[in-house]
């Protein structure tokens, strides 16, 4: 079935830009059919939809981030890619990729990567 | 500030049923009926337990059901387990976003 891993830098100063990688193992993201997306819960909150790519590079991005992020995707290696710039210590949280349906108002996240902890501090 | 609304906490003993509540407005749960929920064990990633609405992916048991209405969609767990007890979060369509619930925390007695 598919998995989903990310990875990146657990330490990002302030200012910088946090960059993380979703590996997909299972399935093929340009088989199309499904959206990809990343999720961050800061410690001890609620979940925060951030955006998420087609793989023929559409995006969508939450309003509240769309100035400071891009995602991109890697068909080639079956990646998809997430950059926030300009971060500052409440960008600190646990950021998840997850495999997206989306057909129209129809959403749902299945199934999701184990999560990744970044922390923003000098 | 979530723009979803959930209870911060329920409880209820083993055997027993419990629901959460997530409510919106006519822009997101009223608008579409596909809410959708999510269970959160300690230290672990989400896991799908319920989708447009009321069904099921596999492998989760039938003691999980949703419903909704109007702006106000529901979780019912019933026969209540230890393994149960987790955070549980509920997302719905936005329009121009997609949005979560502020997460509720289960405790079996």
């Known amino acids: 079935q598919v998995q989903l891993q990310e990875s990146g830098p657990g330490l990002v100063k302030p200012s910088q830009t946090l960059s993380l990688t979703c590996t997909v193992s299972?399935?093929?993201?340009?088989?199309?059919?499904?959206?990809w997306s990343w999720i961050r819960q800061h410690p001890g909150k609620g979940l925060e939809w951030i955006g998420y790519?087609?793989?023929?590079?559409?995006?969508y991005y939450n309003p509240s981030l769309k100035s400071r992020v891009t995602i991109s995707v890697d068909t080639s290696k079956n990646q998809f890619s997430l950059k926030l710039s300009s971060v500052t210590a409440a960008d600190t949280a646990v950021y998840y990729c997850a495999r997206t349906v989306l057909v129209p108002a129809r959403v749902w996240f299945d199934p999701w990567g184990q999560g990744t902890l970044v922390t923003v501090s000098s | 500030q979530s723009a979803l609304t959930q209870p911060r906490s329920v409880s209820g003993s083993p055997g027993q049923s419990v629901t959460i509540s997530c409510t919106g407005t006519s822009s997101d749960v009223g608008g579409y009926n596909y809410v959708s929920w999510y269970q959160q064990h300690p230290g672990k990633a989400p896991k799908l337990m319920i989708y447009d609405v009321s069904k099921r992916p596999s492998g989760v048991p039938d003691r999980f059901s949703g419903s909704k209405s109007g702006n106000t969609a529901s979780l019912t767990i019933s026969g209540l387990q230890a393994e149960d007890e987790a955070d549980y979060y509920c997302c719905s369509y936005a329009g121009s976003l997609i949005v979560f619930g502020g997460g509720t925390k289960l405790t079996v007695l």
């Open positions: 299972g399935g093929s993201i340009s088989s199309g059919g499904y959206y």
């Open positions: 790519i087609y793989y023929s590079g559409s995006t």
